[in-house]
């Protein structure tokens, strides 16, 4: 069954914090993506990769880094958090239109 | 610019009602279309996919159609149920391949009352 899962489902940190939100899928597929969920907008992408070692920006990239190491896992940094960055984050992987998935979500908060 | 607008912003519906939710969209090439569910701070379940120029999918309770020249996508719920309740997003895709970008609209609110 096709799964991507992400970790923590919440996280606290402190402004200027150091915060890593993990996602690994299990569905073979070559795309996977980031996005933020806030209140009044649509998912807006932050970073996405094609495969291992590769990684797109996205549509608001300000604040984050990201790294695929595996085909399986891709993680989103925020190494200095900011409130504005406090958000309902979702990790997903495709390989086509017909194929699209989604974790669960990380809810981050940033005091 | 918002590229995906879904009406109305908020739904609220008596359990055994059908309702009709709205998504209109600018995005251009518009290669398909998706409707997901999603649960109060849950991840997004793809209800449907629509593709073709004029197109409509079923499943179960939940049937969809597609017009590509007037840009508009209506998501049906027949019968709704308490677990109905969730929030319905729209989803465009503008190519067939993962090399494209999906655009997303900021959602319809279903509640679901008894």
């Known amino acids: 069954e096709a799964a991507v899962t992400q970790s923590p489902r919440n996280k606290v940190t402190v402004t200027g914090g150091n915060v890593t939100l993990s996602c690994r899928q299990t569905?073979?597929?070559?795309?996977m993506y980031w996005y933020r969920q806030d209140t009044g907008h649509g998912l807006r992408l932050i970073h996405y990769s094609y495969g291992a070692g590769n990684l797109q920006i996205g549509d608001v990239p300000d604040g984050y880094k990201a790294t695929r190491t595996t085909q399986e896992d891709f993680f989103l940094l925020l190494e200095l958090a900011s409130p504005s960055q406090t958000s309902l984050y979702f990790c997903?992987?495709?390989?086509?239109?017909?194929?699209?998935?989604f974790g669960s979500g990380t809810r981050l908060t940033v005091l | 610019k918002t590229q995906v607008e879904q009406s109305p912003q908020s739904l609220v519906v008596r359990q055994g009602e059908n309702c009709v939710l709205q998504c209109n969209y600018s995005v251009t090439p518009d290669n398909h279309l998706r409707w997901f569910k999603q649960d109060t701070g849950k991840g997004l379940v793809s209800l449907t996919v629509?593709?073709?120029?004029?197109d409509k999918t079923s499943n179960g309770r939940y049937s969809a159609t597609l017009d590509k020249d007037a840009k508009h996508s209506t998501l049906h719920i027949t019968a709704t149920l308490l677990d109905d309740t969730a929030t319905y997003i729209c989803v465009v895709g503008d190519r067939g391949s993962a090399l494209g970008r999906l655009h997303f609209g900021a959602g319809t609110q279903l509640i679901v009352i008894p």
């Open positions: 997903a992987s495709t390989s086509s239109a017909e194929t699209l998935y």
């Open positions: 629509l593709v073709d120029q004029k």
């Open positions: 569905n073979s597929h070559n795309y």
